[in-house]
């Protein structure tokens, strides 16, 4: 498992990019609700009272903050490419407001949580934009 705490710092996030393992018959918005379940459960936070809002490219917003975490995902239409970041329409950012719990402690137990269901494809970015860790083949190309 990759050490996120490595990477944790002062307003220092991880960003999540998702994608199906299998995407065969993919809708954003039930992708998204689904997701964003798994999040709250693998958090163990109910997000109750989140917003979640559709936007104008078959994409869906969704938002939740409490005083322990903030988490914002959207969940975006598939387009198959070429790229590894093309297999992941989802982007997710939780970050901890607890002085109690690290930004990178939230990271590696949604990574765990989310790559040991065996339902998603999952790339973690570090703050500077370089890969962290992936689940499948992203390439050395960063």
């Not at 379940?37 to 869906?60: E, K, M, Q």
């Amino acid at each position: 498992m990759t050490d996120f705490a490595q990477y944790d710092g002062y307003k220092k996030d991880f960003d999540f990019y998702v994608g199906p393992v299998q995407p065969d018959d993919f809708r954003s918005e039930e992708f998204g609700s689904r997701l964003w379940a798994d999040v709250s459960r693998i958090l163990g936070t109910p997000f109750d009272g989140a917003t979640i809002t559709p936007d104008d490219h078959d994409g869906y917003k969704y938002w939740f903050a409490n005083d322990d975490l903030s988490a914002s995902l959207y969940s975006g239409p598939l387009e198959p490419g070429p790229g590894p970041l093309d297999q992941v329409p989802a982007m997710l950012t939780v970050i901890s407001r607890s002085e109690d719990v690290a930004s990178s402690e939230l990271a590696e137990r949604l990574y765990a949580g989310l790559t040991g269901s065996g339902g998603y494809l999952v790339v973690v970015f570090a703050d500077d934009g370089m890969p962290i860790a992936a689940n499948y083949d992203i390439g050395d190309g960063w």
